[in-house]
């Protein structure tokens, strides 16, 4: 009954929005982990919404009020609070709980949710998923869908459309965490998003870089988004200016 209640509900989602949550929260798929296996087919014949408005109902949910994630690839819809309000320390509970978990077909869905399992309140979980497909989900201005390729490099070409949905990168420290989400959103800005590799890659740099000085790995992360350059690089007593077109040459 607290869903009525709750103001980020009253105040923030769209008559439309609530329904698509009660769907979600509620529909005969829904299990005991909160990660079920549904189609955007089934969620448009069971809410009445076609499947251009369902595609951006989830991207809402996704960006707008961060409840949900989903993953075309596996067709799974993981939905991120569940374990608050739904799961419970007996241990009659835990054991088919446990064994929802390992059947969940998308790997960063199940290491999201084995965490959980294990008690850690804020696990850690990067999320490259292919969502869009040609006819729902393209026409939103939340995000950008791209293309890029399985390669050291994140070049865009002609393979599957992926997307970052949500990034907790650095747990420990808030300030460095943002600063890097804020990186990989210049990256997306100015049309040279980041695949998962590449993010893995911008991590050892900056570590090899900064090393533990945390406040050291702010500074590069910031300057590199000041002249949207595509990598990180040592902060210099005076720096020297390059245009974007010389530092995404040089990465």
Known sequence: MAFWTDTSVSDDYTPDDRLMYLYVLTNPHTNLCGCYEISVLQISNETGFDRKKVGRLLDRAEHVHKTIVYSQESKELLILRWSKYNWTPSDKFRKPLLKEIEAVKCQVFKDYLMNLYLGNDNPIYRIDTVYSESGYGIDTTVTDTVTVTDTVSDTVSDS???????????????????????????????????????????????????GNDNDLAIQIIDEAIEHNWKSFYPLKDERKKRSPTQEWEEA
């Open 160 to 210: 599957k459309p992926f997307k970052v949905i949500k990034s907790i990168y650095y747990p420990n420290d808030e300030k460095l965490n943002q600063a890097f989400q804020d990186f990989v959103e210049m990256r997306r800005m100015i049309k040279a998003p980041m695949t998962e590799r590449a993010i893995t890659i911008a991590m050892n740099k900056l570590s090899e870089l900064a």
